[in-house]
C-alpha cells in the first residue's frame, strides 16, 4: 500500500463511521450534534496531524490554516462538507474490497453494484472500492474531500501557498455552512477548490437550484354538510398538478445539461389545503425560467378545473457556480485542466455538476471556485461507493497543482 492511499484511508474509514446525517427541517447549525462532536474529536486531531494550525471551531464548520512558505504570498482554500445526505442512514460500517465485476451488501442482499448497474465499472476490475455494508451511506459525499484535504496538507513539505481549510455542516440540506464567516474566512484566497466531485473530472459549472411551494386551498366545512358548499375537492387539484410535469423533465429522464422538476415533499393540512415542494433544476436561466411558467401556469390551470384557490411561492436556493467564476479562477480551471489531461486521467463526468454545491454560493458572493473529484460515486444510495486509485489521483493531483501554480 502506497504512504498515499494508506493515509487518505486512515483518515476516511475513522469519519465514514461517525453519523454526520444531517436533519431536514432542523432550526439549528449544524442539524445533527454529531457533526460538532465529529469536530471536536476527529477533525480537530487529523487536522494537527496534517500540519494544520490555528484549527478553529466556527459557525460554519471547522477552520484551519497550512501557513505558506517564506516568499510564497498567494493563498488557496480548500473546503469540503461533513454531513452526509438525508436519504439513509450515516451511521456506517465501511469495508474496503477488491472489485470482481460484483459487489455484494451483507445488510441487503437485494442490492449490488456491477459492470450494469454502473458501467464506469467495467474498466476497474481488480481496483480498491470502499462500500458500505448496505444498511447505510458510505458518506463518500463528501467525507472523501475532507480525507483528500488533509493528505494533500500533510505531503506539502517546502514552497507552497498558504492553504486554508473549511470543513462545513450542512451542504446536504441546503449549504446551511455558508456563513458571512465562511466567506471571511476564504476572502485572502486567489482561488478555492471545493472536493464534492464524483468520479474523474474538473467542474465548473453547478445547476441553477429553485425551490417551489404550490398549495391549493378552499374554504371548509364538515363534510356532511359539503354539499352545494364552497368546499372544493383540493387534493385532486394536486393530484392532477402532478401528473403534468413533462416526462423529459423529470431526473429519471434527462442527463447531463438538462433541465428537471422534481416534486421533494407532500403536506395536508386538511382535506381543503394540501401543497407540493419541488425542486427545479437548469443551467441556464433561459430553461429554469421555463420551468417557472410550467409550474405556475399548470397549478393554475389544475386550480381552475376545480374551482379551488392556488398559491405558488418560488425562492432561490443557488446560482449556477459558472456565472460568478472570474478571469483568474478560469486561469486556474485551465491548468487544473491541463494537469488533468497530462495526468492520463479519463474524464467521466461533464464539467457540470448535476447539483448545488457549497462552492455554487460562495461563487455568488465574490468567491472564485471550482469542483474537483473525489473518486466516489452513486451519491445518495445505499450503493455509494469510493475508488480508492481515483481518491489517490485526486490528492495527486491537487499536490500538483499547489506545486505549479503558486510556487516561487
Same mark, same amino acid.
Given at each position: 500500500?502506497?504512504?498515499?492511499?494508506? !493515509?487518505?484511508?486512515?483518515?476516511?474509514?475513522?469519519?465514514?463511521?461517525?453519523?454526520?446525517?444531517?436533519?431536514?427541517?432542523?432550526?439549528?447549525?449544524?442539524?445533527?450534534?454529531?457533526?460538532?462532536?465529529?469536530?471536536?474529536?476527529?477533525?480537530?486531531?487529523?487536522?494537527?496531524?496534517?500540519?494544520?494550525?490555528?484549527?478553529?471551531? !466556527?459557525?460554519?464548520?471547522?477552520?484551519?490554516?497550512?501557513?505558506?512558505?517564506?516568499?510564497?504570498?498567494?493563498?488557496?482554500?480548500?473546503?469540503?462538507?461533513?454531513?452526509?445526505?438525508?436519504?439513509?442512514?450515516?451511521?456506517?460500517?465501511?469495508?474496503?474490497?477488491?472489485?470482481?465485476?460484483?459487489?455484494?451488501?451483507?445488510?441487503?442482499?437485494?442490492?449490488?453494484?456491477?459492470?450494469?448497474?454502473?458501467?464506469?465499472?467495467?474498466?476497474?476490475?481488480?481496483?480498491?472500492?470502499?462500500?458500505?455494508?448496505?444498511?447505510?451511506?458510505?458518506?463518500?459525499?463528501?467525507?472523501?474531500?475532507?480525507?483528500?484535504?488533509?493528505?494533500?496538507?500533510?505531503?506539502?513539505?517546502?514552497?507552497?501557498?498558504?492553504?486554508?481549510?473549511?470543513?462545513?455542516?450542512?451542504?446536504?440540506?441546503?449549504?446551511?455552512?455558508?456563513?458571512?464567516?465562511?466567506?471571511?474566512?476564504?476572502?485572502?484566497?486567489?482561488?478555492?477548490?471545493?472536493?464534492?466531485?464524483?468520479?474523474?473530472?474538473?467542474?465548473?459549472?453547478?445547476?441553477?437550484?429553485?425551490?417551489?411551494?404550490?398549495?391549493?386551498?378552499?374554504?371548509?366545512?364538515?363534510?356532511?354538510?359539503?354539499?352545494?358548499?364552497?368546499?372544493?375537492?383540493?387534493?385532486?387539484?394536486?393530484?392532477?398538478?402532478?401528473?403534468?410535469?413533462?416526462?423529459?423533465?423529470?431526473?429519471?429522464?434527462?442527463?447531463?445539461?438538462?433541465?428537471?422538476?422534481?416534486?421533494?415533499?407532500?403536506?395536508?393540512?386538511?382535506?381543503?389545503?394540501?401543497?407540493?415542494?419541488?425542486?427545479?433544476?437548469?443551467?441556464?436561466?433561459?430553461?429554469?425560467?421555463?420551468?417557472?411558467?410550467?409550474?405556475?401556469?399548470?397549478?393554475?390551470?389544475?386550480?381552475?378545473?376545480?374551482?379551488?384557490?392556488?398559491?405558488?411561492?418560488?425562492?432561490? !436556493?443557488?446560482?449556477?457556480?459558472?456565472?460568478?467564476?472570474?478571469?483568474?479562477?478560469?486561469?486556474?480551471?485551465?491548468?487544473?485542466?491541463?494537469?488533468?489531461?497530462?495526468?492520463?486521467?479519463?474524464?467521466?463526468?461533464?464539467?457540470?455538476?448535476?447539483?448545488?454545491?457549497?462552492?455554487?454560493?460562495?461563487?455568488?458572493?465574490?468567491?472564485?471556485?471550482?469542483?474537483?473529484?473525489?473518486?466516489?460515486?452513486?451519491?445518495?444510495?445505499?450503493?455509494?461507493?469510493?475508488?480508492?486509485?481515483?481518491?489517490?489521483?485526486?490528492?495527486?493531483?491537487?499536490?500538483?497543482?499547489?506545486?505549479?501554480?503558486?510556487?516561487?
Amino acid at each position: 500500500m502506497t504512504e498515499v492511499k494508506k !493515509q487518505i484511508l486512515d483518515y476516511f474509514l475513522p469519519l465514514a463511521r461517525v453519523d454526520t446525517q444531517s436533519v431536514e427541517g432542523s432550526k439549528t447549525l449544524p442539524s445533527n450534534p454529531n457533526e460538532t462532536v465529529l469536530c471536536n474529536g476527529l477533525l480537530t486531531n487529523f487536522m494537527t496531524d496534517a500540519g494544520l494550525v490555528d484549527i478553529t471551531l !466556527q459557525d460554519f464548520g471547522i477552520s484551519g490554516v497550512l501557513p505558506g512558505s517564506e516568499g510564497v504570498d498567494k493563498s488557496v482554500g480548500l473546503f469540503a462538507h461533513m454531513d452526509t445526505a438525508p436519504t439513509y442512514s450515516g451511521l456506517c460500517n465501511p469495508r474496503v474490497v477488491t472489485y470482481d465485476g460484483c459487489v455484494k451488501y451483507p445488510e441487503d442482499d437485494s442490492i449490488e453494484i456491477n459492470d450494469q448497474t454502473n458501467p464506469e465499472l467495467a474498466d476497474l476490475h481488480g481496483e480498491e472500492l470502499v462500500v458500505s455494508s448496505g444498511d447505510s451511506l458510505l458518506g463518500a459525499d463528501n467525507k472523501a474531500g475532507i480525507a483528500i484535504i488533509l493528505a494533500v496538507c500533510k505531503s506539502m513539505k517546502d514552497d507552497h501557498p498558504e492553504i486554508r481549510v473549511a470543513f462545513t455542516f450542512d451542504e446536504e440540506i441546503g449549504c446551511c455552512g455558508v456563513t458571512d464567516d465562511l466567506y471571511k474566512f476564504f476572502q485572502p484566497c486567489d482561488i478555492c477548490l471545493n472536493l464534492d466531485g464524483g468520479l474523474p473530472s474538473i467542474q465548473d459549472q453547478t445547476f441553477i437550484g429553485k425551490r417551489a411551494v404550490v398549495e391549493f386551498s378552499s374554504p371548509s366545512i364538515h363534510p356532511g354538510e359539503a354539499y352545494q358548499s364552497d368546499m372544493r375537492n383540493t387534493p385532486a387539484a394536486l393530484g392532477r398538478f402532478l401528473t403534468m410535469f413533462p416526462s423529459d423533465k423529470l431526473c429519471m429522464t434527462t442527463k447531463d445539461k438538462e433541465p428537471y422538476i422534481l416534486c421533494t415533499d407532500l403536506k395536508s393540512e386538511h382535506i381543503t389545503k394540501v401543497s407540493a415542494t419541488l425542486i427545479l433544476r437548469a443551467f441556464t436561466r433561459e430553461d429554469m425560467a421555463g420551468l417557472e411558467e410550467h409550474v405556475q401556469t399548470t397549478a393554475r390551470e389544475c386550480a381552475a378545473e376545480v374551482d379551488c384557490d392556488v398559491s405558488v411561492s418560488i425562492v432561490k !436556493q443557488y446560482d449556477n457556480m459558472g456565472f460568478s467564476l472570474t478571469d483568474d479562477a478560469k486561469l486556474y480551471r485551465d491548468i487544473l485542466m491541463d494537469l488533468f489531461n497530462e495526468s492520463g486521467l479519463k474524464l467521466m463526468e461533464s464539467t457540470g455538476i448535476r447539483g448545488g454545491l457549497d462552492a455554487s454560493i460562495l461563487a455568488e458572493k465574490g468567491i472564485p471556485c471550482v469542483n474537483v473529484f473525489t473518486g466516489a460515486a452513486n451519491f445518495h444510495a445505499l450503493t455509494e461507493f469510493l475508488v480508492v486509485s481515483f481518491a489517490v489521483a485526486s490528492h495527486d493531483l491537487m499536490v500538483k497543482f499547489l506545486y505549479t501554480s503558486f510556487s516561487k
